[in-house]
């Protein structure tokens, strides 16, 4: 019990083994943190306290059992994480993650139920398939042709947990199941607050294909997860209805008022066009080789202005939630700071609204 959260919060924190023990200044060794780790050893008060001060989380904590595990966390070969960066994620992820818990405990709730819109895992073995099951998901999720304004309500509403969280560079989302023992798994995508709002939506998209396909498919999965996310945002009878069939060129005011509708990166659009024929492959190359050479290094016209990013279409239930429960007096002021991770005062002002 205290092992296992004594771990969590010092991956949580960065540091290692030795790391966390140089910030305790001689109260404890390195060799003593890792033995309360493993359980083999317990600490004392002092020290209990000690480390509770130094990994800024209170004593209760370390006394409680973890409520989940996360299954299939998945890096992905490319992303070049660090050992790390990967423990840090992996950590922060399931404290978010029961936190989320156990407010719905707190509510009485069951986490919201997964409407997987598929009866198993599809397996993928061509790029035309992912392009099919985005029109199936929309079908099934009643979703109809038109842009869909808001990816993160999407997926909450569906019941899957939402994590905004500053990524590493190279890491743009991934997907786990929270696991709990007598309880139905629940999908949970991690997304990078840092990306822009543009990319985080095509994330969400690509995350939600690998939810909904089977792993060992023989296919090419994150081809076929960029091709989902494009069908998924940018659905093909719609986009040609709005820019037409067999263009020669196509505008870059044009563009990017259509990027403003689909809320996607302009990048993305351009190859859109390509799949769908709108526009030739020639089109698309030499539009990338001039207007667009930079494109997928930083956004153009974006949503989301750089040194507000990641305040557009963020996670909305769990703190919906905190609310409820401080309004329904089933946790204190003190306990929805501690949730929230906000000063007392500011949820106090939040929770009572301005003052007649």
């Known amino acids: 019990m205290l092992g296992d959260r004594l771990l969590l919060a010092r991956k949580r924190s960065g540091l290692s083994l030795r790391g966390l023990a140089n910030r305790l200044k001689g109260t404890v060794s390195a060799q003593s943190i890792g033995k309360y780790e493993r359980g083999e050893m317990k600490p004392g008060s002092e020290v209990l306290i000690a480390l509770s001060?130094?990994?800024?989380?209170?004593?209760?904590?370390?006394?409680?059992?973890?409520?989940?595990?996360?299954?299939?966390l998945d890096f992905r070969k490319k992303s070049g994480t660090s050992a790390k960066d990967r423990a840090w994620v992996e950590a922060e992820v399931l404290h978010q993650v029961e936190r989320y818990l156990t407010i719905e405990q707190v509510l009485g709730l069951e986490s919201a139920d997964w409407n997987n819109p598929l009866s198993s895992r599809r397996r993928i073995i061509a790029l035309e398939e992912a392009e099919k099951l985005a029109d199936e998901v929309r079908e099934k999720w009643q979703l109809g042709r038109d842009p869909i304004p808001n990816m993160t309500e999407l997926l909450e509403h569906h019941g899957i947990k939402v994590l905004l969280l500053p990524l590493p560079k190279t890491v743009h989302g991934l997907t786990c199941m929270v696991r709990r023992p007598g309880y139905r798994d629940v999908p949970c995508i991690v997304i990078n607050r840092n990306d822009t709002l543009e990319r985080r939506r095509l994330t969400l998209a690509h995350e939600l294909f690998h939810l909904l396909t089977d792993p060992d498919s023989p296919g090419d999965l994150e081809k076929g997860a960029n091709r989902f996310a494009g069908a998924f945002l940018m659905p093909a009878d719609e986009l040609r209805q709005e820019a037409g069939d067999h263009r020669h060129a196509v505008a870059y005011e044009e563009l990017m008022r259509l990027k403003r509708v689909y809320r996607v990166a302009a990048a993305a659009m351009l190859v859109r066009f390509e799949q769908l024929g709108i526009i030739s492959r020639t089109v698309m190359i030499r539009a990338f080789q001039t207007v667009a050479k930079g494109w997928r290094r930083e956004e153009p016209a974006p949503l989301e202005q750089a040194d507000r990013r990641g305040e557009m279409e963020v996670p909305e239930r769990y703190e919906r939630l905190c609310y409820r429960a401080l309004s329904e007096k089933l946790i204190s002021l003190p306990k929805a700071a501690e949730l929230l991770h906000r000063p007392v005062a500011e949820i106090k002002s939040a929770a009572e609204g301005p003052t007649p």
Do not use: C, I
């Not at 989380?57 to 409680?64: C, E, I, R, T």
């Open 53 to 72: 001060r130094e990994l800024k989380l209170p004593v209760s904590y370390f006394m409680s059992p973890l409520l989940a595990a996360l299954a299939g």
